[in-house]
């Protein structure tokens, strides 16, 4: 069923897919490998327009699977689709060109954390509607983290309590996202990076599990588990009356 974005919302998803999987292994995009016999894209797709907020979703597709994408996402929701650039960067710019200036608030959400729940997009866009220029969504790190040397020496242990691992949709008040974006000279991995470097503050609110982002072969074993279970932050539905 097609699902029905919400025209009062004031939220735009920018969700870079184009990028190639590498480090997944040989085959198609990542963004459309299959996950239980649906593209990692749908999945990701179905969740953000699961969130009341969004208004909009614009995909960066790989150029070459364009006419591809839009086909598989137009039962899904109302999709618009662009094509990706080279770098994920680039990708993220021209998906943000076709969002109107009206859009009061753009996420960025990567096509590779496609189990995402929709509780997790609406937390970051209620932040950015509180009053937050930028937010991520992060998780505690798990694992004790060593500085090393060069030829593998440990140089040190980092305190892991103001360690956060980041995950996405990242959410951004849209003209601080466009700013930042324009003033963006070298590559960045992630959006709140080049808004840090315009100095402005990047909140964080919490993350999830299910946001992990697919990249190697676990990840994707991993997802097909995960797949069954339902969001923890979403209560399950009340049972009818007994009789
Ligand atoms: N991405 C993109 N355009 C690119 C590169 C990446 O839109 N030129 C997207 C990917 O599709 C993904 C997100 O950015 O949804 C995060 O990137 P990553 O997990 O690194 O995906 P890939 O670049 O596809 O994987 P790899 O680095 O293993 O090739
Ligand atoms: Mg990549």
Redesign the pocket.
Request: aromatic letters at 0%; charged letters at 30%; a positive charge.
């Given at each position: 069923m097609t699902a029905q974005l919400n025209a009062r919302g004031d939220v735009a998803v920018v969700v870079?897919?184009?990028?190639?999987?590498?480090?997944?292994g040989p085959g198609a995009?990542?963004?459309l490998r299959l996950l239980e016999g649906e593209p990692l894209l749908v999945h990701a797709v179905r969740r953000l327009a699961a969130a009341p907020s969004v208004r909009m979703i614009v995909v960066?597709a790989p150029r070459a699977d364009v006419a591809a994408v839009q086909a598989l996402l137009a039962p899904v929701a109302s999709v618009t689709v662009v094509a990706?650039?080279?770098?994920?960067q680039?990708?993220v710019a021209a998906a943000l060109a076709v969002v109107p200036d009206e859009v009061p608030i753009v996420l960025v959400h990567?096509?590779?954390r496609c189990l995402t729940p929709p509780s997790v997009t609406e937390r970051v866009a209620a932040a950015v509607r509180g009053g937050a220029d930028a937010v991520i969504p992060v998780l505690p790190v798990v694992d004790t983290i060593k500085e090393v040397s060069a030829d593998d020496v440990v140089l040190g242990t980092v305190d892991r309590s103001v360690l956060r691992a980041v995950q996405t949709p990242q959410g951004f008040r849209a003209a601080v996202l466009r700013a930042a974006h324009e003033a963006a000279a070298d590559s960045h991995t992630d959006d709140a990076g080049a808004v840090e470097k315009l100095g402005i503050p990047v909140r964080c609110v919490p993350g999830s599990d299910l946001a992990l982002?697919i990249?190697r072969p676990l990840d994707l074993a991993l997802a097909t588990h995960l797949l069954a279970m339902p969001d923890p932050e979403t209560p399950p539905a009340r049972p009818g009356p007994l009789v």
């Open positions: 870079p897919a184009a990028g190639a999987g590498l480090r997944l995009p990542k963004a960066a990706g650039g080279a770098e994920r680039e990708s990567d096509a590779a982002k990249t």
